[in-house]
T-cell receptor, first 114, second 112 residues
Framework: DSGVTQTPKHLITATGQRVTLRCSPR?????VYWYQQSLDQGLQFLIQ???????AKGNILERFSAQQFPDLHSELNLSSLELGDSALYFC?????????????FGSGTQLSVL | TQLLEQSPQFLSIQEGENLTVYCNSS?????LQWYRQEPGEGPVLLVT?????EVKKLKRLTFQFGDARKDSSLHITAAQPGDTGLYLC????????????FGKGTLLTVNP
């Protein structure tokens, strides 16, 4: 158990819909990362937050947004969903936001867009 | 964009065999990490290598960081079925880039 909690574990929805994925980091970790994993693209970095503020941005679509709340949990919002958004979405956390951080991953949310 | 190429993509071996998987890039990384991911779970960090030429051992696993800090290898001795999983390398580049970039992984199956 990494200590990172992601909910829900599975999500099935239709194209055009909007969903919210939730992540609770390990106790004491200030940094939260979101990754998308698919068979063809592998693990793709989406976005990072540190202590409530956006720290780094990766290949995140404009239809996607995220935030980190004062209690340090984070939510990833996916809107106008397309079939191609079906993937595993992982949240990870680390203590700080330095260059050599060790990331602890949650078990992921499997999103299926039908 | 820094790319990490992992090879082989798939590897199926018998219990007791040795194996090496590779992680290569044209970019220099300030550090490289290796993770193992099992089905239905998130990646779990195995090791971080920071210094060019560094070798780290974790029981039957040996990790090496290339002298130029552009490549790394993972060697497993006497593989066991419990070693089955997706092995991912990931790297932080230099400068102010805080993004951890992952390779696509090597899917290892160790048959009893």
């Amino acid at each position: 158990d990494s200590g990172v909690t992601q909910t829900p574990k599975h999500l099935i929805t239709a194209t055009g819909q909007r969903v919210t994925l939730r992540c609770s980091p390990r106790s004491g970790d200030l940094s939260v990362y979101w990754y998308q994993q698919s068979l063809d693209q592998g693990l793709q970095f989406l976005i990072q937050y540190y202590n409530g503020e956006e720290r780094a941005k990766g290949n995140i679509l404009e239809r996607f947004s995220a935030q980190q709340f004062p209690d340090l949990h984070s939510e990833l919002n996916l809107s106008s969903l397309e079939l191609g958004d079906s993937a595993l979405y992982f949240c990870a956390s680390s203590v700080w936001a330095t260059r050599n951080e060790k990331l602890f991953f949650g078990s992921g949310t499997q999103l299926s867009v039908l | 964009t820094q790319l990490l190429e992992q090879s082989p993509q798939f590897l199926s071996i018998q219990e007791g065999e040795n194996l090496t998987v590779y992680c290569n890039s044209s970019s220099v990384f300030s550090s490289l990490q290796w993770y193992r991911q099992e089905p239905g779970e998130g990646p779990v960090l195995l090791v971080t290598v920071v210094t060019g030429g560094e070798v780290k051992k974790l029981k039957r696993l040996t990790f090496q960081f290339g002298d130029a800090r552009k490549d790394s290898s993972l060697h497993i001795t006497a593989a066991q079925p419990g070693d089955t999983g997706l092995y991912l390398c990931a790297g932080y580049s230099g400068g102010s880039n805080y993004k951890l970039t992952f390779g696509k992984g090597t899917l290892l199956t160790v048959n009893p």
